[in-house]
Every structure is written in structure tokens, then in C-alpha cells.
Nanobody, 132 residues
Framework: EVRLVESGGGLVQPGGSLKLSCEASGFTFSTAAMSWLRQAPGKGLEWVSAIYTDATTYYEYSLKERFTISRDNAKNSVYLQMDSLQVDDTATYYC??????????????????????????WGQGTQVTVSS
């Protein structure tokens, strides 16, 4: 059974940092592509970042200067380091098992708008609130 468990969310002031973690089980993590998504209150799903099996990283363009995705195959975990957090980063953040077919021609390809059915396996989500 595929299981994804996120942690690390919380309340942080604008300009602060958080590191989200996602521990995976039930599949061969080292051969899996992983992504982080988020959903802000009253808004649709937004793709944030992806990391491929070779640790190549991809970011939503507006977030690439502040967010860093990484993976540790020995710990079956993927991480999202978020710096210089802004109020607009307030959302529930989800770790998902991604599809290799989205990674080609040196880029990550995802349709918009996203729907939950675009990904088969999700974590339960972790809440990030940026507020003073």
C-alpha cells in the first residue's frame, strides 16, 4: 500500500522559513518521481515543485527563488525547504507520487488547472500558515 505522510507545517511569520517532509512507503522510492502541490483557502490546486529519480528539480517559476525540493532515498523521503515565506504561501501542502510521463525534454509538464485525479497517490497534507 502506497503511503505518503507529510510533516513540518505550522504557523510562521512573513519572511520566515519552514521545511516540509514527506515520508513514503509501499513503493520503491528511489525510482519514483515526487512532487509537492498546494491548495490555498478557496483556491484551486497548484503545482509547486517536482524532483525526478536522478534528483533533477523543477519549480513553478514564481517559487523557484524561495523554495528548494530535495530527496533522501535512504530515508524514503522528499523535502520542501521554503524560505522568505509570504502570506500568499498560506495553503495546505501535499506530497504526491508523480508520473514519469510528465518529465521529458528537460522539463516538467503538467496541465492547468490541476484536479485531484491528476495524481493517484497523495499524502494527507500539512497546513502552512504565514501570518504576523
Amino acid at each position: 500500500e502506497v503511503r505518503l505522510v507529510e510533516s513540518g507545517g505550522g504557523l510562521v511569520q512573513p519572511g520566515g522559513s519552514l521545511k516540509l517532509s514527506c515520508e513514503a512507503s509501499g513503493f520503491t522510492f528511489s525510482t519514483a518521481a515526487m512532487s509537492w502541490l498546494r491548495q490555498a483557502p478557496g483556491k484551486g490546486l497548484e503545482w509547486v515543485s517536482a524532483i525526478y529519480t536522478d534528483a533533477t528539480t523543477y519549480y513553478e517559476y514564481s517559487l523557484k527563488e524561495r523554495f528548494t525540493i530535495s530527496r533522501d532515498n535512504a530515508k524514503n523521503s522528499v523535502y520542501l525547504q521554503m524560505d522568505s515565506l509570504q502570506v500568499d504561501d498560506t495553503a495546505t501542502y501535499y506530497c504526491v507520487l508523480d508520473d514519469h510521463s510528465r518529465f521529458y525534454s528537460g522539463a516538467y509538464h503538467i496541465r492547468s488547472p490541476l484536479v485531484r485525479g491528476d495524481f493517484d497517490y497523495w499524502g494527507q497534507g500539512t497546513q502552512v500558515t504565514v501570518s504576523s
